[in-house]
């Protein structure tokens, strides 16, 4: 069973779209997030969120929204789709505040065209 | 930004034990320091972290020098399917349980290249 899904794993679209990504995890960890990966490869947090707290990157634009529906589930709402916003983008949860590592999901590639 | 330091590559003979250095000279007293590792075109792995103690598990070593300024990630029989990039990340636990409980930052890592 895989401890981090995200779907889809590859998505194209248009400039000017909306679209989500999805991410769900059955570890039964407390805080979730979701990191950007871009051509350059580097790793940057996005948010971080559990039931309490949403933390946000101040360096990501509001068109980027997190959404969960229960604790599992966290999922990546874009609107108005730019070019700039292609890369991949990874999904990970912890168990809150214990120092442990982070279980990251395979990732979903966005490229818009 | 990163708070760590690490040489951008490194190669390593199929069999032979990889030792990853990571320098974290401003490292505070809470800080743990974490690796992680991201094979091409999946999600980062987590391989170890530890405080000030040396920590081995199943996947690797890790070695943190008495003023905890630095450590060394040891993997001790590196295989071809260890060609990676590791990333070296100090974070601190908060201590409560909000989302910002501690947040990885990642730099830009070592370059693995295991050589058969």
């Known amino acids: 069973d895989t401890a981090v899904s995200q779907t889809p794993k590859y998505l194209v679209t248009q400039m000017g779209n909306d679209k989500s990504i999805k991410c769900e995890q059955n570890?039964?960890?407390?805080?979730m997030y979701w990191y950007k990966q871009d051509s350059k490869k580097f790793l940057k947090i996005m948010f971080s969120?559990?039931?309490?707290?949403?933390?946000i990157n101040e360096t990501v634009p509001n068109r980027f929204s997190p959404k969960s529906p229960d604790k599992a589930h966290l999922n990546l709402h874009i609107n108005s789709l730019e070019l700039g916003d292609s890369a991949v983008y990874f999904c990970?949860?912890?168990?809150?505040?214990?120092?442990?590592?982070?279980?990251f999901g395979s990732g979903t590639r966005l490229t818009v065209v | 930004d990163a708070k760590t330091t690490q040489p951008p590559s490194m190669d390593c003979a199929e069999g032979r034990a990889a030792n990853l250095p990571c320098n974290h000279s401003?490292?505070?007293?809470?800080?743990?320091v974490y690796w992680y590792r991201q094979i091409h075109s999946q999600g980062p792995q987590y391989i170890i972290h530890?405080?000030?103690n040396n920590e081995t598990n199943e996947m690797a070593s890790l070695i943190i020098t008495e003023d905890r300024k630095s450590s060394t990630l040891i993997l001790p029989h590196a295989t071809l399917r260890d060609t990676a990039v590791y990333y070296c990340?100090?974070?601190?636990?908060?201590?409560?349980?909000?989302?910002?409980?501690?947040?990885?930052?990642f730099g830009k890592g070592t370059k693995l290249s295991v050589i058969p």
């Open positions: 401003t490292i505070s007293g809470n800080e743990y």
């Open positions: 990970a949860s912890s168990p809150s505040g214990r120092g442990v590592g982070y279980t």
């Open positions: 990340i100090v974070s601190a636990p908060s201590s409560y349980s909000g989302a910002g409980s501690y947040q990885l930052t």
């Open positions: 570890l039964g960890h407390d805080t």
């Open positions: 530890g405080l000030k």
């Open positions: 969120y559990n039931n309490k707290e949403l933390i």
